[in-house]
């Protein structure tokens, strides 16, 4: 399985401010997936991000407050924008498997907002 | 839409003390059932994939299996270290690689 780091690992930020999370793999994938975890909730997908193409964004979720990039095959950012307290949750990245459909998680950028 | 139902949302046992754990599901067409594990602060853990009905899947003290409606992870003799938040999660044929998780189910093995 493919190793997953994210950066930061947590953060505490202000209303009104935005927050950029790293996602780096140490292997190419084709896809890549972001998560939301809120506190005492399970995950929710955010996008799916391809290299060289736009993300796609799950109902819910919009390009001008989440927007992602996706430059190579190994990396990819998450930003949050212009935070309120009701973006505090955990967000996770994720790739697929190599030849399955299970995906891998990173540990997790623990954000909260004040 | 896709619904996943863990239950119970938490449970305590015994060491030693085999359970199983119920995720209910209602996909049309599913591609299929992943079982992670969640330790506290830290992302999920890939543990099992499930496709049709009547596969099983173990891994040491965890037996994962498949019905058209459910799936059940089956934790034998169970140890502390078996202490987590175990998910399940179901991805749709037609949903690309969309992976819609359930609540989870908090487990807590006492000594």
């Known amino acids: 399985s493919a190793v997953i780091s994210q950066k930061p690992s947590r953060d505490i930020c202000q209303r009104g401010t935005s927050l950029t999370i790293q996602c780096q793999v140490d292997s190419q994938v084709t896809m890549m997936f972001w998560y939301r975890q809120q506190p005492g909730q399970s995950l929710t997908l955010i996008a799916t991000a391809n290299q060289g193409s736009e993300a796609t964004y799950e109902s819910g979720f919009v390009i001008d407050k989440f927007p992602i990039s996706r430059p190579n095959l190994t990396f990819s950012t998450l930003t949050v924008s212009n935070m309120s307290p009701e973006d505090s949750s955990i967000y996770l990245c994720?790739?697929?498997?190599?030849?399955?459909?299970?995906?891998?998680f990173g540990p997790g950028t623990r954000l909260t907002v004040t | 839409e896709d619904q996943v139902t863990q239950s119970p949302e938490a449970l305590r046992l015994q060491e030693g003390e085999s359970s199983s754990l119920n995720c209910s599901y209602t996909v049309s067409g599913l591609r299929g059932l992943f079982w992670y594990r969640q330790d506290p602060g830290k992302g999920p853990e890939f543990l099992f994939t499930?496709?049709?009905a009547g596969e099983e899947k173990e891994k040491e003290r965890l037996k994962a299996t498949l019905t058209k409606k459910e799936s059940f992870l089956h934790i034998t003799a169970p140890k502390p270290e078996d202490s987590a938040t175990y998910l399940c999660a179901v991805q749709r044929k037609a949903a690309g690689n969309k992976l819609t998780f359930g609540g989870g189910t908090r487990v807590l093995v006492k000594p």
């Open positions: 499930l496709y049709s």
């Open positions: 994720s790739v697929e498997g190599q030849g399955h459909y299970e995906q891998y």
